[in-house]
């Protein structure tokens, strides 16, 4: 069982949010949209952000896959400052954006016909994680014949298959219904036990947050900034049992208190 992701001790953050700022539009109509957030996270660490609508969980996403700029501060992965897109950060967003006119397998190939790996590895990677993902059986249907939970499996297995080392998914789970979407939680616990990354997940859902991080990062609006940090305490791997025990109710209580009564104690 594992407890607790490791980390070598002498190694620094795998991510690094630095004084991060961003503002949106100029003068007096100009909104400040992130405040100073300061939050680093761990290699191999999965942490969740919960926090109300307008928070800045969305543009502290994007400014940490280099698809928004800072007005302040800034991002560092692996130590060296973010200033675009790179390979070690997949991004998976709740639209999963595949190509429809490609096969699960062929979109799943995408990112390492980009990379121009030969033909047989590519494919070799693929359908390594078209199985890891459970859709081996459709590995040669279009999206179009998918459901959404099988789409969103096969944008997930799309973005580990160019091996991020960091993965960055904003509300992924966010239009599927309750049962798949449980069933999905499972199935990206189990493939981060087994492959592990560094996972930061944008949720509104306060179960779904507690059941797969190991610290749920709560922001606060208006501006929008980090309000708490709360750790999770229970081993991995989560199981059903472990979602109805009494200490996943105690600290989905504290992630839900400090979420919608952030103007009163927390603690
Ligand atoms: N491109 C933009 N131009 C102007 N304002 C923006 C832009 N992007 C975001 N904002 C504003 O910045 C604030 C933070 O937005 P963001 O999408 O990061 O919040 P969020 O916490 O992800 O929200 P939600 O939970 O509703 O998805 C919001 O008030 C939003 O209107």
Redesign the pocket.
Known sequence: MIEKPVQDADSGPKISFQNVTRR??EGEAS?L??DRLNLDVGDGEFVTVV??????????MNIAAGLTDVSDGRVLVDGKPVDGPGPERGVIFQQYALFPWLTVRQNVEFGLRIKRMPAAERRRIADHFISLVGLKDFADALPKTLSGGMKQRCAIARAYAVNPTILLMD?PFGALDALTRVNMQDQLLDTWNRERRTVIF?T?DVDEAVYLANRVIV?A?RP?RLHKIIPVNLPYPRTEEMRLSPEFAEIRNQVWHAVYHQNTRTN
């Open positions: 949106f539009g909104f949209a992130l926090g109300p609508s307008g928070c800045g969980k969305s543009t502290a509300e944008i509104h922001m609006a929008g």
